[in-house]
């Protein structure tokens, strides 16, 4: 942790990293033969254990960078700048997520694809943010252990019970809605049960938080880190299959069988102990900005694979057709290409907003400009329009 600035580099290096994976896996995902998925291959198993890594971190990892700046503040409530910022950010990420699955041929033809209502990542963020504002709020004025504690419960309601959630089709919601519940309908995340992420990241943060001043933080941390991700990863399971077998409950059965959510938990305090222990090496300002560039990067690569707005993204052309070396190859150009777009992007961020800015505003004047110039013609014509009806109408002679 830097002193003067209090910011945790390794977590801009997570951000990173799970950033990068991200590329590499939906890249892989979408376009490698089928034919070459075999789990029975050590390599592609290690592969798809790793990229089920990737959200879990990515989740976490938002939700602690988010309530770590929401609460070392000195500011409090509405008062906190953070709060605001956070609100449009929030929406911010959920206009983007609907943005990015607008189809242009769609709207010109006055139709809107069921697959624009999909939710997706960044739906989930916005929505995860605002979530925790939303407790912030509620606790503010509350016994500190209230936030934390409210957080933690979040996780462990939505893990818990996931088996029963993903039942539930919401069918009495309309789809745009339900489509934030329920993946019956297409939605790749869901903010069920996605969401625990991201307040079990904010749990941490506040932990982070108030131990900062503690001499022995990083050690006690990454202990606390890889005792909890083990008993997470090794023993959960057994624990739950127990459990059922104790109460009866079939609850715990259910997890037992599709006990994702815990492991893949395990598996997030691993890679924080993992980069908490590499700290000192995660201040290059490469790694930084990628982790500080991840939403350009994630548009920037939803609209070359996926085709945003066109439908002629990567996916389109060599949907499930490349074989691996050909696959890894691109995986690899796919990685940099996002990455020095959306870095050179940042770099001139101001001055793109900037331009945009004045076309905007250039627009708007012109139209201005021509309305007012246009007004002698309106009137003119709102006259003879005026007349015609009225003859028509019988209510005047020629």
């Not at 992420?197 to 941390?221: C, M, P, Q, W």
């Not at 222990?277 to 991840?294: E, H, Y």
Request: charged share 15%.
């Amino acid at each position: 942790m830097n002193t003067k600035t209090n910011r945790l580099f390794f977590i801009d290096a997570m951000r990173a990293w799970a950033i990068l994976m991200m590329l590499q896996g939906h890249f892989i995902d979408g376009l490698l033969d089928p034919v070459f998925r075999d789990r029975e291959n050590m390599v592609f198993s290690v592969w798809q254990y790793f990229r089920g890594i990737t959200a879990p971190v990515f989740f976490t990892v938002s939700g602690f960078i988010f309530t770590y700046l929401l609460i070392k503040v000195p500011q409090k409530g509405f008062e906190n700048p953070r709060v605001k910022k956070g609100i449009r950010r929030g929406l911010q990420l959920l206009l983007i997520g609907y943005f990015l699955r607008m189809n242009l041929f769609g709207i010109l033809t006055g139709e809107i694809y069921d697959s624009f209502y999909l939710v997706d990542v960044l739906h989930c963020i916005g929505l995860s943010i605002l979530t925790l504002i939303g407790v912030y709020l509620f606790t503010i004025k509350r016994k500190k252990h209230l936030f934390p504690t409210l957080l933690l419960g979040i996780t462990i309601v939505l893990f818990l019970f996931e088996p029963l959630f993903k039942q539930w089709t919401f069918s009495f919601l309309p789809n745009a809605i339900a489509n934030y519940f329920t993946k019956a309908n297409g939605s790749v995340f869901t903010i069920i049960p996605w969401l625990g992420y991201a307040t079990i990241g904010g749990f941490i943060s506040v932990l982070f938080n108030r131990f900062k001043d503690y001499k022995h933080l990083y050690e006690v941390a990454i202990s606390l880190a890889l005792v909890f991700g083990s008993i997470l990863i090794f023993a959960s399971s057994d624990f739950f299959l127990y459990t059922h077998r104790i109460t009866g409950i079939q609850l715990f059965a259910d997890i037992f069988f599709n006990n994702y959510l815990f492991i893949r938990l395990g598996d997030v305090f691993v890679i924080f102990a993992i980069f908490m222990l590499l700290r000192k090496f995660m201040t290059n300002k490469i790694v930084l900005s990628i982790g500080a560039s991840t939403l350009s990067i994630y548009v920037i690569h939803f609209v070359i694979l996926y085709g945003s707005f066109t439908g002629l993204g990567l996916y389109r052309f060599f949907n499930h057709i490349l074989i691996p070396p050909v696959v890894i190859a691109g995986a690899l150009a796919f990685m940099f290409a996002c990455t020095f777009l959306a870095l050179k992007y940042g770099k001139h961020e101001s001055e793109i907003k900037g331009n945009i800015a004045w076309g905007i505003d250039y627009v708007k004047n012109q139209s201005i400009g021509i309305y007012k110039a246009s007004k002698p013609i309106r009137k003119e014509a709102f006259h003879k329009a005026r007349l015609f009806l009225l003859r028509i109408l019988g209510l005047v002679k020629n």
